[in-house]
Nanobody
């Protein structure tokens, strides 16, 4: 059974930082390109950042320069360092493979940016 468990969300003031973590089990993590996704209230889920098996990264324009994605294949984990957070970053954040697998969506973690 594949599990992608996300942690690290919370409430933060604008300009603050959070670090999200994704722990994978049930897959050979190093075989997969991975991604962070988010879904804000009333909006479609969108890709935030991706990282290939070899470590190449890509970011949505809205987070470029503020977010950093990384992975540790030995530990089957992935992280998203989020700096200079804005209210528009408020969403539920998920991790999944790239392309995403509909069976792999977990519960995600809520990130709320508010003063």
């Amino acid at each position: 059974q594949v599990r992608l468990v996300v942690s690290g969300g919370g409430l933060v003031h604008p300009g603050g930082s959070l670090r999200l973590s994704c722990a994978a089990s049930g897959i050979v993590f190093s075989w997969y390109d991975m991604g962070w996704y988010r879904q804000a209230p009333g909006k479609q889920r969108e890709m935030v950042a991706t990282i290939t098996r070899g470590g190449f990264t890509n970011y949505a324009d809205s987070v470029k320069g503020r977010f950093t994605i990384s992975r540790n294949n030995a530990n089957a984990t992935m992280s998203l360092q989020m700096n200079s957070l804005k209210p528009d970053d408020t969403a539920v954040y998920y991790c999944n493979t790239l392309p995403n697998n509909p069976y792999y969506w977990g519960q995600g973690t809520q990130v709320t940016v508010s003063s």
